[in-house]
């Protein structure tokens, strides 16, 4: 028994002598303490983690204030509408019977100004009979429409009252870089004054290529409910209305998308100074990508646009731009792609001058062009190419307004639409190409469309197109 207790007893000094060198001559202090020129205790710091310069990531972002400051600026809104049907044949041919259904749509707005005015989607208004929309403090209004823009989607309403509204500054979203964190604030499935995060994945993105939309995409969470809302930056600047989401089943999947603030900004100015929105036009277009003809032509992969039209008359042409030239810049905007051209063009009014810098025979060449109002486009979802009358096609045709068709899908062909004047869609009256970019902005993929038609010599006809 004594001789086990001897074992033990040198054991546990050989353990202690071994440690006390261990320490004394290998181990490196893991703290350090500061010396004070008074009697005060030291300093100590007892971390023995060493961390790293750039701080801790996610954590030094700050939400808050971005997220106080835009809850308070976002809506919820309320669009009602009344949809009619007939319930039998005799319904159709005597007009009595008809059963009017009522429907409430919901989605997000931004209060842009202290007095009321609120910009959203225009696919959230879209064809209402009362709108209505609610504070953040539960308070709710009635509110009008002031105008809308189909093909941005965007849509100005206002709501009257006393006192003096919190509202966004919209931010430059031309600034906005890729990887940037943002927030997107709104009412998903009729949750209110809900917050999301995410960073900016892409900029310039087109959804469709029928259109020349221009998105900022996201990875932020937006649902059905978030149309309308805000996107903001760290800042708490409005750099984006959220618009869209990218899923099979309508609901967030990954990827959300926004339309740039700078867009949004120009379209409500437009709308408040002159009614509409005016769309400036550089006159040119550009070679399809991804065809077998870009592929053996050598330009599927051209970094830039390469310009395959040019438009006579238009600033393009005056500035003496040339086919087969690589729009590379415009102003201070990078030009990757078309869509990168076409959202800066977006923000541009007629008569705006830019600086477009072109590659040509291996040299880099800036012409300055003069924008103009256009003259032809090619209008969404059915693909028309429309032209504004001339006086000599006024007289042609017997009439004071409408657009010429001058080109045609092959999908229309057969229906007779080259050379026909449009005069109405539905029930909108077509005066020029504005108009007809906004009425066939609007159609629905899913309703039928009343085209009126003129023929030489005034002739009318309607065409029904579901």
Known sequence: ?????????????????????????????????????????PVVS??????????????????????????????????????????????????????????VGMGSGVIISQDGYIVTNNHVIANA????VTLNNNRTYEAEL???????????????????????????????????????????FNLTSTVTAGIVSAKARSLDTRSNQSFIQTDAAVNPGNSGGALVNTNGDLIGINTAISSQTGSYVGYSFAVPSNIAKKVVNDIIEYGNVRKAFMGIRPAPVNTRDAVERGINNIDGVYVEYIEEESGAFEAGMELGDIIKKVDDIYVHKYPDLTGYLSTKRPNDTINVTVRRDEEEIVLPIILKERQQLIVPEMGMEVRNLTEADKKRYRTKYGVKIIGVPERYRGYGLEGKVIV???DKDIKNISDADTAFGAISRYGKTIITLLSKGGEKERLIFQ
């Open 1 to 41: 028994m004594k001789r086990i207790g001897s074992l033990l007893l040198v054991s546990i000094f050989s353990g202690a002598i071994t440690l006390g060198a261990y320490k004394f001559f290998f181990e490196k202090t893991g703290f350090a303490i500061v010396s004070t020129s008074d009697n005060s205790h």
């Open 46 to 103: 007892t971390s023995y983690t060493p961390t790293s310069a750039k701080g801790a990531g996610i954590n030094e972002v700050d939400f808050t204030n971005a997220a106080e400051t835009t809850v308070n600026s976002v809506v919820h809104v309320k669009n009602l509408t009344l949809n009619k049907r007939r319930t039998s044949v005799f319904d159709f041919f005597y007009g009595y019977g008809e059963t009017v259904t009522p429907q």
């Open 129 to 132: 009979t009362q709108l209505q």
């Open 146 to 188: 002031v105008g809308t823009d189909p093909n941005s989607d965007i849509a100005l309403i206002k709501i009257d009252t006393d006192e003096k509204l919190p509202y966004l500054a919209f931010g430059d979203s031309d600034n906005t870089k890729i990887g940037e964190w943002v927030l997107a604030v709104g009412n998903p």
């Open 424 to 426: 109405r869609v539905d």
